[in-house]
T-cell receptor
């Protein structure tokens, strides 16, 4: 079974609108961390936001927020007020327990139109 | 903040030659370095994990004799693609673990390898 599932290969959103990118995860560990990265066409991986499994509040970083639903094992990324520069590939990733390896989902390509 | 410098950013080489890619953590000590490979429009695929001073641990299906990883110091790790062939053409990216910034992980900017 996939550990990180991103079911949306591509998403379209109009500028200034909000968009939600889905991510579900699978782990039996109690301690884990969830990450979202943005990868523009240049290829660099840009860290967006992090949610720890014991964090009681949803993480927020500027226009990015993480809708963490632990019982459903979902960690959706919400981008508010989309900008043209948000067009990129977005990856959800997980670190489990004491391991330092990150497991990535397949990614979602987001296109923001004027 | 934490910075990982990856060089070269792109390289074209002839089939049969070797190419070395460097990842250097500039302002922190990387206890672990991860090497990924990424095909167009696909996710990052972990190739190997290396800890300073010890042999790298390769993922299943990755040829350790083709992809040589050296992690000689806490700030430098290298990936050498030996006897490169066109099918080795890909985007290679490293990630250093060992800083509190970004919750531990800092990525290099990637290397686009084209083998002709």
């Amino acid at each position: 079974a996939q550990k990180i599932t991103q079911t949306q290969p591509g998403m379209f959103v109009q500028e200034k609108e909000a968009v939600t990118l889905d991510c579900t995860y699978d782990t039996s560990d109690q301690s884990y961390g969830l990450f979202w990265y943005k990868q523009p066409s240049s290829g660099e991986m840009i860290f967006l936001i992090y949610q720890g499994s014991y964090d009681e509040q949803n993480a927020t970083e500027g226009r990015y927020s993480l809708n963490f639903q632990k019982a459903r094992k979902s960690a959706n990324l919400v981008i508010s007020a989309s900008q043209l520069g948000d067009s990129a590939m977005y990856f959800c990733a997980m670190r489990e327990g004491g391991y330092s390896t990150l497991t990535f989902g397949k990614g979602t390509m987001l296109l923001v139109s004027p | 903040g934490a910075v990982v410098s990856q060089h070269p950013s792109w390289v074209i080489c002839k089939s049969g030659t070797s190419v070395k890619i460097e990842c250097r953590s500039l302002d922190f000590q990387a206890t672990t370095m991860f090497w990924y490979r990424q095909f167009p429009k696909q996710s990052l695929m972990l190739m190997a994990t290396s800890n300073e001073g010890s042999k790298a641990t390769y993922e299943q299906g990755v040829e350790k004799d083709k992809f040589l990883i050296n992690h000689a110091s806490l700030t430098l790790s290298t990936l050498t693609v030996t006897s490169a062939h066109p099918e080795d053409s890909s985007f290679y990216i490293c990630s250093a673990f060992g800083t509190e910034t970004n919750y531990g992980y800092t990525f290099g900017s990637g290397t686009r390898l084209t083998v002709v």
